[in-house]
């Protein structure tokens, strides 16, 4: 938990999962103009905020855009040097890990773990919440890459507007959402339903 909240993840890491209303998300969704960003109701519009962002995940809502690297040259050895191991199993290139081997990596964690390990297991943690709770895209099996770098030095990572990230995300996939072939939907449906 120290390493989570100095990274700024301690509160959204406390959230418990809520029990999806999937018929108020199909309404709200109904309700979307991906031309002004907004729900309309028939006593108004409104829409997600950052206030809403930042008072219900806890994430900050200041500072520098996350945005990352799409391609790296040798993603075994980022892996390597932010996590300690590497789910590359000898490939030349790969651009996200598996959610599965993520959960594998941070529930191994001895009770002796060493300061360097800790801090491993928080930057795991961290992706899995990124991709997992707050930012997932609709087929949510992968974490990718470009992340890795923005967690390398724990205590800069709340420096980074998340909370701008969360939003851009939910707004990207509730304007995905409004296509009628589409069938599934990412981004932060627990923040969309709250």
Known sequence: MPYLELAGFGSVAQIRYTVLRFDLLSALVERWRPETHTFHFLCGEC????????????????????????AFTDPDALCYQLLGDSPGDGE???SGLQFTWLKAKYRQL??????????????????????????????????HLM????????????????????????????????????????????????
Not at 119 to 138: F, K, L, N, S, T
Not at 167 to 184: M, W
């Open 92 to 94: 030349s290139y790969f």
């Open 47 to 70: 829409t997600v905020t950052l206030e809403d962002v930042a008072l219900q995940l806890g994430l900050p809502i200041d500072g520098s855009p996350v945005t990352g690297l799409s």
């Open 147 to 194: 992340y890795l770098p923005l967690l390398a030095d724990l205590s800069s990572v709340s420096s980074y507007s998340w909370g701008s990230a969360v939003l851009a995300v939910l707004y990207r996939e509730l304007c995905r959402a409004t296509d009628p072939k589409v069938r599934d939907m990412g981004g932060c449906v627990s923040l969309l339903q709250s």
């Open 110 to 143: 001895s009770v002796t773990a060493t300061e360097c390990e800790l801090m491993c297991a928080a930057q795991v943690y961290i992706i899995h919440i990124i991709r997992g709770e707050i930012m997932p895209d609709a087929n949510n099996d992968k974490v």
